[in-house]
């Protein structure tokens, strides 16, 4: 099974330009988790609402259009498909969709961001807490865990080109650093980490107006974490540093 994750950056827009159906032409994904879609679904063209061979599932905010969003499309169809973490102010904002499979629950988040004040990083940190539970939750029933997407926190100095510049801005403060500790004490894998413990230099986002993607200056933000036991079937992880129409890269993994 190959996935494929990607923070798209508004969904209409990657299509329009031309990088949404290369993904599955080129790359041939059994399942596309994407991000930050930024469109409800009757905005998008019938193209990328229906992928012959797939069956697609969206979400998107209650009350605040062109903003957030997720969809996931999987070739093997669903037992059964939910969006949020079951915390309803938390489930308002249209961050995550989990589909459950034969093998594997796979979830696809666009976690907060902790810019634009304190409001919003106490946000993010209710909702790295609250989604800790439910994957740790999912676990007990006995499913196998995969979650992937935008987490908006690196995890370590060489996880982004400017860490002592960085040390006090949201994204590499330490309280949402230790809540990927804290994941990772929990016996989720950082996958990308784990098979590439020295590599440096390696990013999923790059800021856009200061042009930081021709100088490679950028943050590795983009994840894929398994629980443990599902470590022995994963098969290759990389990053498609050089595929464009984002601010991000896609992340795959394959898993047998």
Not at 128 to 157: M, P, Q, S, W
């Amino acid at each position: 099974m190959k996935i494929i994750s990607w923070n798209t950056n508004g969904l209409r827009a990657t299509a329009k330009q031309g990088f949404f159906n290369p993904l599955f032409q080129k790359y041939k994904p059994d399942v596309l988790c994407l991000q930050e879609t930024k469109a409800e679904p009757d905005q998008l063209p019938e193209e990328v609402r229906n992928v012959s061979g797939y069956h697609s599932f969206f979400t998107h905010p209650k009350d605040k259009k062109g903003y957030s969003g997720i969809a996931i499309y999987t070739k093997e169809k669903p037992k059964e498909v939910f969006y949020g973490i079951d915390v309803k102010k938390l489930d308002t904002e249209g961050r995550l969709i989990g589909i459950k499979l034969k093998d594997f629950t796979i979830i696809s988040g666009y976690f907060p961001n902790g810019g634009q004040g304190p409001h919003r990083l106490k946000y993010k940190l209710e909702f790295y807490d609250a989604f800790l539970k439910f994957i740790l939750k999912l676990r007990k029933n006995g499913e196998n865990v995969i979650f992937c997407g935008d987490v908006n926190t690196a995890h370590e100095a060489i996880d982004l080109a400017r860490p002592k510049a960085n040390e006090e801005n949201t994204g590499f403060l330490p309280i949402e650093r230790a809540w990927i500790d804290k994941v990772v004490k929990n016996n989720f894998i950082d996958v990308w980490r784990h098979f590439n413990p020295n590599k440096k230099d390696v990013y999923t986002y790059w800021d856009i107006k200061t042009r930081a993607r021709e100088r490679n200056v950028g943050w590795r933000l983009d994840y894929f974490f398994v629980d443990i036991k599902i470590l022995p079937k994963i098969k290759n992880t990389s990053m498609l540093s050089n595929y464009m129409g984002s601010d991000h890269c896609p992340v795959t993994l394959e898993v047998l």
